[in-house]
């Protein structure tokens, strides 16, 4: 008597059903599990390793990193590119395309309606497009003005320089947030303000950073990269923006304003990934309550910053957090205040 015919009726079914079962697994394309993450790709005007962009590709390199997604990314592609690039990334098959609108808006508004089954993330001053583009920006401004509050009670000489990309919303409202926590702690403060009119020149921020510190002041607003290592070699202090450089920078870099890219990515890849994806504004998942910003570590400035203060910045995040303290949100460009 055969093995096979020892096996109950009902158990050799069970046994020829599971055989079968696992026939067809065996028979599918190489890849099919592969397939079950989300096709998403990213567009950057700028390299990888620029403040705002940064903290995208971080996101987006953790949930590839998670197998949650496959992901292509495209750097320093021109303006004059932008379209084209959308729209090869969108005709190969992604799901999902993340990037940067402000300067193509028309352009990538456009690829967006001609793709309409395709989700687009994108960092816009505009506002969502239905049914397929949703925005976002950095709306760090909370934590900015907490580092305001810092800044103003380490100030000496009561001079602080501020150097940004260019005096664009998302820009404008992070100075005047980190200004107004200055003035709340120091009112003797006084600012230089100046654009760079790049989102990616160290040697020219460097070089506005050494003219204001030429002029007195002590303590340097770090918009863009090149500030703190202008602060560094005139032995001043700065304040970071969106990436924490103290590792970098342990003796200059007091403390920073950090953007969390990944609540707003994480919400994005679920509605894909559940047909749910709409045009909405993401900017809230940029703010504190949902832990798309917050102040860094003191780190190597820790017991150095006057306890008063420190006192005055614990207060006013638990306030924050509470929604009892709204920092104002001021899109005009800021002035300079020093004489």
């Known amino acids: 008597m055969s093995t096979d015919s020892r ?17 067809a697994v065996a028979l599918q394309p190489t890849g099919v599990v592969a397939q079950t993450r989300l096709k998403v790709a990213a567009i950057y005007t700028v390299p990888f390793e620029q403040q705002w962009v940064s903290r995208i590709h971080k996101a987006l390199k953790a949930a590839e990193a998670r197998g949650e997604i496959e992901y292509k990314a495209t750097e320093n592609v021109a303006n004059a590119d932008y379209e084209r690039v959308m729209r090869e990334y969108a ?22 309606k001609d793709f309409p089954k395709t989700a687009f993330l994108l960092g816009s001053s505009g506002k969502p497009q239905a049914p397929n583009l949703s925005v976002f920006d950095n709306y760090i401004q909370e934590p900015a003005y907490l580092t305001g509050l810092i800044a103003g ?34 009112p003797k403060v006084e600012f230089t303000v100046t654009f760079i009119n790049s989102w990616f020149d160290p040697p020219k921020a460097k070089e506005a950073a050494f003219a204001m510190i030429d002029k007195g002041a002590d303590l340097m607003y770090a918009e863009r990269f090149g500030v703190s290592d202008a602060a560094k070699e005139r032995k001043v202090l700065a304040v970071g923006n969106v990436i924490d450089t103290q590792p970098q920078y342990p003796e200059t870099v007091v403390v920073s304003a950090l953007w969390n890219m990944e609540p707003s990515i994480e919400r994005a ?10 045009a909405e504004d993401y900017g809230q998942y940029s703010m504190m309550k949902h832990k798309g910003s917050e102040l860094s570590r003191l780190g190597t400035f820790e017991g150095k910053v006057p306890a008063a203060i420190m006192a005055k910045v614990a207060a006013r995040e638990k306030e924050i957090l509470a929604g009892k303290f709204v920092v104002k949100v001021d899109d005009s460009q800021p002035k300079s205040s020093a004489r």
């Open 7 to 23: 096996i109950p009726a009902f158990n050799r079914r069970q046994v020829l059903l599971s055989a079968a079962a696992l026939s």
């Open 91 to 112: 005709t190969g098959g992604n799901q999902l395309i993340v990037g940067e609108a402000f300067a193509v808006e028309a352009a990538a508004r456009k690829v967006a």
């Open 153 to 186: 009670g380490m100030t000496k000489s009561n001079k602080i320089g501020m150097v940004g990309g260019f005096p664009i919303p998302e820009v404008n409202r992070l100075m005047h947030a980190f200004m107004a926590g200055a003035r709340e702690t120091n």
């Open 269 to 278: 890849l679920k509605l894909v990934k559940d047909g749910k994806f709409t």
